[in-house]
């Protein structure tokens, strides 16, 4: 019997190449959200979070990170 793993970080699509790499026979399956909400949702993180680790937040640089990430995402996901 196979066993499954069920990945739900949103950042795991950024690291597929290594995923695959390690295990070849992974079956990855996306699921969706609305990217409008998942950016927003992961803005209103990093604005939370940010102030522990600096004391430097410019939101439009947060908005502009994840907005490149997720583009990188969504392109290593349709590779």
């Not at 070849?24 to 209103?44: K, Y």
């Not at 990170?65 to 995402?73: I, N, Q, R, Y």
Request: aromatic share 6%.
């Amino acid at each position: 019997m196979r066993g499954c793993w069920t990945l739900k970080n949103p950042w795991h699509p950024l690291f597929l190449n290594d995923l695959t790499a390690v295990y070849p026979d992974a079956q990855p399956v996306m699921t969706h959200r609305d990217p409008a909400e998942v950016v927003g949702s992961a803005c209103s993180l990093l604005r939370h979070v940010r102030p522990m680790y600096s004391d430097s937040m410019d939101l439009g640089e947060i908005r502009q990170t994840l907005l490149e990430a997720s583009d990188l995402m969504i392109a290593r996901q349709q590779a």
